[in-house]
C-alpha cells in the first residue's frame, strides 16, 4: 500500500514538473507571445489606417443577427463625418467595460461621456466618447457643422452600432 501511495505522488511530481517546463519552454514562443499580447493596444489604430464609412449606411447595415441581443465585435476602427448635435455629457456606461473585459482590451480607455451626433440623412445618433477627447469634442462642439470624427465600433445593439468616439480630424 505504502509502494503504491508513493508511485502515485512521484507520477503527480512527474506531471507537475513536466507541466512546468512545458510552459516556460511555451513562453519562449513567438507565435505564443503574439497570441497573449493580441489584445494589447487593440484600440492603438492610427487615424490613417481606419476606414472612411458613411454612417447613415453603417448604422443601416449593422445590426444584430438575433432581435434583442447585442453582439460585441473586435473593435473597428471608423471615421465619419456628422454634426454635432449635443456635446459631451457624462454618463454612468456599463456595458462597453463589460465588452472591454470580454475582449480583454488592455490597456482600458476611459469612456465616461456620451453625446449626440447628427449624421447626413437627418437621423440622431447617440456614440460613447472617450474621455481624453472630450475637449477636444467640446473645442470643435459648433453644433450645425459637419465634422469628421474617428472612432471605434465595439458592439452591436438593435438600434445600431455603439461606437466610441476618441478624434476630431
Given at each position: 500500500?505504502?509502494?503504491?501511495?508513493?508511485?502515485?505522488?512521484?507520477?503527480?511530481?512527474?506531471?507537475?514538473?513536466?507541466?512546468?517546463?512545458?510552459?516556460?519552454?511555451?513562453?519562449?514562443?513567438?507565435?505564443?507571445?503574439?497570441?497573449?499580447?493580441?489584445?494589447?493596444?487593440?484600440?492603438?489604430?492610427?487615424?490613417?489606417?481606419?476606414?472612411v464609412?458613411?454612417?447613415?449606411?453603417?448604422?443601416?447595415?449593422?445590426?444584430?443577427?438575433?432581435?434583442?441581443?447585442?453582439?460585441?465585435?473586435?473593435?473597428?476602427?471608423?471615421?465619419?463625418?456628422?454634426?454635432?448635435?449635443?456635446?459631451?455629457?457624462?454618463?454612468?456606461?456599463?456595458?462597453?467595460?463589460?465588452?472591454?473585459?470580454?475582449?480583454?482590451?488592455?490597456?482600458?480607455?476611459?469612456?465616461?461621456?456620451?453625446?449626440?451626433?447628427?449624421?447626413?440623412?437627418?437621423?440622431?445618433y447617440?456614440?460613447?466618447?472617450?474621455?481624453?477627447?472630450?475637449?477636444?469634442?467640446?473645442?470643435?462642439?459648433?453644433?450645425?457643422?459637419?465634422?469628421?470624427?474617428?472612432?471605434?465600433?465595439?458592439?452591436?445593439?438593435?438600434?445600431g452600432?455603439?461606437?466610441?468616439?476618441?478624434?476630431?480630424?
Amino acid at each position: 500500500m505504502k509502494k503504491a501511495i508513493l508511485i502515485v505522488i512521484l507520477v503527480i511530481c512527474g506531471a507537475i514538473a513536466a507541466y512546468t517546463f512545458y510552459e516556460s519552454w511555451r513562453l519562449q514562443d513567438p507565435a505564443y507571445q503574439r497570441e497573449r499580447t493580441l489584445n494589447t493596444g487593440m484600440l492603438d489604430v492610427p487615424l490613417d489606417q481606419r476606414r472612411v464609412v458613411n454612417l447613415d449606411q453603417f448604422m443601416a447595415q449593422t445590426r444584430p443577427r438575433k432581435e434583442g441581443t447585442r453582439e460585441i465585435v473586435r473593435p473597428d476602427g471608423i471615421q465619419f463625418v456628422a454634426a454635432i448635435k449635443a456635446v459631451p455629457e457624462k454618463i454612468e456606461v456599463k456595458y462597453v467595460y463589460k465588452a472591454f473585459e470580454i475582449m480583454e482590451v488592455n490597456p482600458l480607455p476611459n469612456v465616461n461621456h456620451q453625446m449626440f451626433l447628427e449624421t447626413s440623412g437627418g437621423e440622431i445618433y447617440a456614440v460613447y466618447v472617450w474621455d481624453d477627447a472630450v475637449d477636444a469634442m467640446n473645442a470643435a462642439g459648433v453644433t450645425g457643422s459637419q465634422i469628421q470624427f474617428a472612432g471605434f465600433h465595439v458592439y452591436t445593439r438593435a438600434k445600431g452600432p455603439a461606437i466610441i468616439v476618441d478624434a476630431v480630424i
